[in-house]
């Protein structure tokens, strides 16, 4: 998840975008 680039980001957007990033990520 760290090439992605959100270092920048605080942790609770961080928990925010992680399951949509899985979501986006897995095959449907």
Do not use: C, V, Y
């Amino acid at each position: 998840m760290e090439r992605i680039g959100f270092r920048g980001l605080p942790k609770e957007t961080l928990e925010q975008l992680k399951p949509r990033l899985k979501k986006l990520h897995l095959p449907s």
